[in-house]
């Protein structure tokens, strides 16, 4: 397990795609601080090559919501956990 800040930064709400999941302002967030390639954010979680599934916190929820709607939105941080996928399918949800 190891827990990560996430810094959603004014330049990746500029320069990142919205409304695509791999190229997203929370999606290059988190890769950003975690050096893991690949990840994928949909409306709820962060989906993290080797990991399970990563419940996002509702205010980055409501969030991702704005910014697909092209509403302004401002810098975020936030905390994620990281687990080690432990199935032989992958993303098993885990709350928290």
Known sequence: MNSYQIE???????HCRRNSPAEC?????IHFAT???DIVV???HAHVPGCE??????DVTEWIDRYDEFEPVEPITF?????????????LARAG
């Open 8 to 14: 959603v930064t004014q330049r990746m709400i500029d």
């Open 25 to 29: 302002a929370v999606a290059n967030a």
């Open 35 to 37: 050096g893991i390639e």
């Open 42 to 44: 949909d409306e709820r």
């Open 53 to 58: 599934l990563v419940k996002l916190p509702s």
């Open 79 to 91: 905390m994620i956990t990281l687990w080690p996928d432990r199935s032989e399918q992958g993303d």
